[in-house]
């Protein structure tokens, strides 16, 4: 067998510049430092979507590992030191701990890895977003691994038509379930409809077990149960050869679906596709943003990125995003464009429904 990479991404939003909507220029190069100063990667990107610091970083000590995990920590503690010296908004707000326990899960930031053997050549793709939750890579993955009017490699192509296993989490009384799909697909559906509590984890081939997509499931709000900001979250997928194309990883996004967490966290709007550049939430915080980025892996190396969606055939996506965008918030504090009531991240109902409870009348 030969040597196995892991594919680490690892975010946090440690201070937005401004307001929610950037990263400071300062926090990435700090990243960026730190990262190369390390030994333990064979290769790292930093980059950012919206507020949220990403790093990118390939090795070869596994997932859950506790030094990879360490060195992101100290990153991020550096940018907050960074963030807080600038006065950025919201110093800190995704590091819910004061030390560091041997691994970030349930510290705050968001973690997706992979372990693979490098195949003989390895396009992988990482998706990171912002102003949204974990569950928002629903829809994208469904159709990515288990939609024929996405894929058309899970007719045609006869390493992809046995389809692949999907492994589901809930995020509420932390249990998982493994779906394979097509045969199981009406099932799963029922879950993964419903993304504020029910998230792909993961995605496999099947036959060989080879993972092919995992996403970040960690929900700060239920962690540290108060506002901390929502949980951005991140994804990777692994392309071609026995799984989807580029293209057929990148074709969901050319129709923004509806995600939970524009504007304190506490709204519904429609997932634009852009360029890192452009991933700078504004009109009311948002309309949220998802960016694309292709690597082509070599013994662990980082080629790219290859930042997708600044291509003119996302266009069309980002003007019906904001054609969504503007009939949302055209319905103000209103559902469904204001999340439903157990959803949303702030809320005044206790301290009015108290202020107000004598001048409630039974009928
Ligand atoms: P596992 O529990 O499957 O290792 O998941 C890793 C993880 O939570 C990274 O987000
Ligand atoms: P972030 O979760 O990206 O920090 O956004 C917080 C928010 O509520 C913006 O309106
Ligand atoms: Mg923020
Ligand atoms: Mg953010």
């Known amino acids: ?3 196995k990479i892991t ?3 690892i975010k946090a939003d440690i201070g937005g510049f401004v307001g929610h909507s950037n990263v400071h220029p300062e926090c990435l190069e700090t990243a960026g430092g730190i990262l190369a100063g390390s030994p333990l990667l064979i290769d790292y990107h930093v980059t950012h979507v919206g507020d949220d610091i990403n790093l990118i970083m390939t090795h070869e000590l596994g997932k859950n590992n506790g030094e990879i995990h ?3 920590w100290n990153t991020f503690l550096s940018c907050t030191a960074v963030a807080k010296k600038l006065k950025l908004y919201g110093a800190g707000q995704d590091l819910l701990a004061d030390s560091f326990s041997g691994n970030v899960k349930g510290m705050g930031p968001g973690v997706a890895e992979m372990e693979f053997e490098e195949r003989a050549s390895e396009p992988v793709i990482v998706y990171m977003a912002d102003k949204t939750e974990p569950g928002a890579w629903n829809f994208p993955v469904y159709k990515m691994f288990a939609d024929p009017f996405n894929t058309i490699g899970l007719i045609i192509d006869p390493s992809m038509h046995q389809g692949f296993l999907f492994e589901v989490r ?4 932390h249990k998982k379930v493994t779906f394979s799909c097509p045969e199981e697909m009406y099932d799963m559906l029922v879950f993964i409809g419903a993304p504020g509590r029910y998230c792909i984890k993961s995605v496999y081939q099947k036959g060989t077990n080879e993972i092919a997509a995992t996403s970040s499931t960690q ?3 239920l962690m540290a149960g108060r506002y901390v900001g929502k949980d951005d979250p991140v994804l990777i997928v692994r392309c071609q050869s026995g799984l989807p194309a580029v293209g057929e990883a990148l074709e969901p996004f050319a129709n923004p679906h509806l995600v939970s967490g524009w504007m304190r966290g506490s709204h519904s709007g429609p997932l634009m596709p852009v360029s890192v550049d452009a991933s700078t939430p504004t009109r009311f915080d948002g309309p949220p943003r998802v960016v694309a980025l292709g690597f082509q ?3 662990g190396k980082l080629h790219g990125p290859q930042d997708f969606f600044a291509d003119v055939a996302y266009d069309l996506a980002r003007q019906k995003a904001n054609e969504i965008a503007n009939y949302m918030r055209s319905m103000g504090p209103f559902e469904p464009h204001r999340l439903h009531l157990d959803e949303m991240e702030y809320t005044t ?3 009015v ?5 004598d001048r409630f009348e039974k009928v």
């Open 70 to 72: 360490q060195l992101a």
């Open 7 to 9: 594919l680490s991404v």
């Open 297 to 299: 892996l070599n013994d």
């Open 1 to 3: 067998m030969g040597k």
């Open 219 to 221: 929900r700060l709000n």
């Open 170 to 173: 809930d995020l509420i009384d």
């Open 353 to 357: 429904s108290k202020r107000l409870k």
């Open 349 to 351: 109902m206790p301290s």
